[in-house]
């Protein structure tokens, strides 16, 4: 969903327009979630790849 589908509930008028307080601030917190959703994701991957990356070298070496 994105704030051109919602209706402020304050000024009645679309959030995407940001009339009133409230409309400007659900709208910044919508646009903001870029990256703080992703950072858990961004961890994991980097875990995955390291311990791919030692198994990989283990194989390598004969140990």
């Known amino acids: ?6 209706v402020c509930a304050r000024c009645a ?3 995407a327009e940001g009339r009133c ?3 400007r601030a659900s ?7 870029g990256l703080d959703g ?3 994701a961004l961890v994991l991957l980097a875990l ?3 311990l791919f990356l030692t198994l ?3 194989h390598l070496t004969g140990a």
């Open 1 to 6: 969903m994105s704030c051109e589908d919602l």
């Open 13 to 15: 008028h679309p959030v």
């Open 21 to 23: 307080p409230q409309c």
């Open 27 to 33: 709208r910044e917190r919508m646009h903001h979630h």
């Open 38 to 40: 992703m950072a858990p």
């Open 48 to 50: 995955m790849a390291l």
């Open 56 to 58: 990989a070298l283990k």
